[in-house]
């Protein structure tokens, strides 16, 4: 008889309010509210079994990231009773450890596979908050389409509007695809600590996050593009103003940040967002995306772009 | 019997600790107080002549500027009550409206002229604040070496320490020789208004502005370095959080500031800052200057280096 085993694949998401700081590091509190959109074809494919010896891990995640990782496990399973031994198999299909957003999919894969092989019968908003335990932004990576995360005591993450309700393109611009140098997380906490615009991001976040969230309801491109565009410059501005700096932008980050203002200019809906490494994903109109793209050839330093849509809905592809 | 004339030449500043923002916009008044080092070599030469007509200008500077200019002569002429008419020549030996201070000497030309060509009997403490009149950058370079600006109502400039008393080199990297499109001033009251890190900006000045004032004093490297790129980047940070965002980095200065951070980590001495442009100077120890020069060679986008020291005292060339 064969093993019983799951196959669930979840997609990375890219915020568009960001996530940045945390009130509560052990539990992953996000000091601030936030609002992603799922990268339908960024995707971890993850295997769980049970297994005969203790907990094994296989897969292309960061080696880094093995004892987190593992460590997730450990605690979900005491946390729900389990002594069984799992084998757990995780794959991503894009780039890892490089500001994609890797631990975000790979998380919430995790939750909502130890869910339901499991049987631990937890609600979405359950399933979301335990991915948050995992890495804060994974608890968005539990659905697909347009997500907002609460921020405070607890916090999960759920639905706004559904992926078709406004289709939008993603081009995932990747300037570096070496491994970041500090992480996301060691970058929140030397930013809390230390940048003197922290409380200043946290104080003012709240309007880029509502201003946000109507635009998508209202589907107003120019609207979204303002606030988050804005949301984007002030988390890179409170890294960099960090002691000591951090800086995630590279000159092919610059330029085509600048590319993005000019062609602008003449017209083309189109708007920027960067999370915690020096890559770029320009949303724009599918209609527009194949110009876009072509916009873009004569910039340097884009070693390969992904160009995906709004959606990332998570599927469980096999259960036996 | 020649006109009598005089000639004089002042040296464009760059700011160690910023002043970015006024608490009055007519008056120059800063918000915060601010550190510079004088640009030997990089000079306003302004010849000022008794004329038969109205005030002219000739010279470099940017069209746009001859109103702001020609204003600013009638109201010191006013204020003093001088009532000939006068001719200024005022020509710089580096590119203007850039973000390398053309005004900064400019108007500190103006101001030292003007009080010795028509004997106003002004102290220096007074020229300072007339300079900061037309710019308030300008009010530093009627002094050369290390110069400190206090903040506040009817603020000036005074000599902090001189030239020679810690020599260190200036290498200007020119990575844009176009005009900027936002002015210093415009952007300075765009911040003010706009950005949600004003206040932080102002508020966390103080710590910068005294480490760095006492490091200087001690010759203490690092401790300048590390104040100085930390304000650098606090005053870009709040210029392109600024609604709408202003960006004055382009992909060049990014380079600039990533070489920097890796021929630091081999140990040597050297430090950026970037004033509002996209152009960036590196402050080194004099010894170091022909290896730095040498290690960015590799860096594309450097359109013009100039090599100077520490240094800018005012110069009335000749007076007859």
Chains 1, 2 share one sequence.
């Not at 083309?268 to 527009?288: M, S």
């Amino acid at each position: 008889m064969d093993q019983p085993q799951i196959k669930i694949s979840t997609a990375a998401n890219v915020a568009l309010i960001k996530y940045w700081g945390k009130t509560s590091s052990e539990m992953n509190m996000p000091a601030v509210p936030s609002l992603s959109i799922g990268m339908e074809d960024l995707r971890t494919e993850t295997i769980i079994r049970f297994s005969n010896t203790d907990d094994i891990l296989h897969g292309s995640f960061n080696p880094k990231q093995k004892d987190r990782i593992l460590g997730y496990l450990g605690e979900t399973k005491k946390r729900y009773h389990v002594t069984r031994k799992l084998s757990i198999d995780t794959r991503n299909n894009f780039p890892s450890s490089t500001g994609l957003a890797s631990s975000a999919s790979g998380f919430a894969a995790l939750a909502i596979g130890l869910n339901s092989f499991l049987d631990l019968g937890l609600s979405d908003e359950d399933i979301s908050r335990l991915a948050r335990r995992g890495s804060g932004s994974s608890a968005r990576s539990v659905f697909g389409g347009y997500v907002e995360m609460l921020a405070g005591k607890d916090s999960f993450a759920r639905p706004l509007m559904s992926a078709k309700s406004w289709p939008l393109d993603i081009i995932v611009m990747i300037t570096d695809e070496k491994e970041k140098k500090v992480s996301s997380s060691e970058a929140m906490e030397i930013s809390r600590r230390s940048s003197p615009f922290y409380s200043a991001w946290v104080d003012s976040h709240a309007e880029d996050f509502d201003g946000a969230r109507q635009a998508i309801l209202k589907k107003d491109f120019w609207e979204l593009a303002k606030f988050s565009e804005r949301n984007c410059l002030k988390m890179h501005a409170t890294i960099m103003t960090s002691g000591p700096a951090i800086m995630y932008w590279n000159s092919a980050t610059l330029a085509i940040i600048r590319h993005v203002n000019k062609i602008r200019e003449s017209g083309t809906n189109v708007f920027f967002t960067i999370d915690a490494g020096p890559q770029v994903k320009l949303i724009c109109d599918p209609g527009d995306t194949e110009k876009i793209v072509k916009e873009f050839e004569p910039i340097n330093g884009i070693a390969r772009k992904i160009i995906t849509r709004v959606g990332g809905t998570p599927k469980i592809e096999t259960r036996k």
